[in-house]
């Protein structure tokens, strides 16, 4: 099942980089939430990715939005890759890969390389906007502008 924009994004419950359980429930209602699926930590185009919402992320705060990354490396990994490059927001372990066919992210070459999705949620957890693409550098733009779009309406 591949969720689409004005479907609900399904509850769920994953271990941020910090080793504490995150309940997608408890967030629905808080904040916009953009969540954004990626192949792998330390990678090229994973880092750039991260490194745009980084650089960003001030702004999603002031619209109200909490940004979410989501892969299958370990709760380790995440704590690394976000020390490393000081992305100041979550990331979700995956290691089941579950919560990424839940939202009906596919992968890419054959399934072999994990897919890359960003979704912007509102607060009543509908998804408002969804964007799939290999490429890493138009995510986080095009979420920022979804994002503002909600805060205008």
Do not use: W
């Amino acid at each position: 099942m591949e969720l689409k924009v004005g479907d609900r994004i399904p509850n769920f419950t994953l271990t941020d980089h910090h080793g504490n359980l995150f309940k997608s429930d408890k967030k629905v209602g808080e904040n916009i939430l953009v969540i954004y699926f990626y192949p792998k930590n330390f990678t090229p185009g994973c880092t750039k990715e991260a490194c745009s919402f980084r650089d960003h992320y001030k702004e999603f705060q002031k619209l109200g939005a909490e940004v979410i990354g989501i892969s299958s490396d370990s709760v380790e990994s995440h704590q690394k890759f976000s020390e490393k490059y000081n992305l100041p927001f979550t990331f979700l372990s995956d290691p089941t890969e579950d919560i990424r066919q839940k939202f009906g992210v596919k992968g890419h070459l054959l399934g072999i390389i994990p897919g890359r999705d960003t979704f912007v949620v509102d607060k009543k957890g509908i998804i408002q906007f969804k964007f799939h693409n290999l490429s890493s550098s138009d995510h986080m733009e095009k979420a920022l502008q979804k994002v503002k779009e909600l805060q205008a309406e």
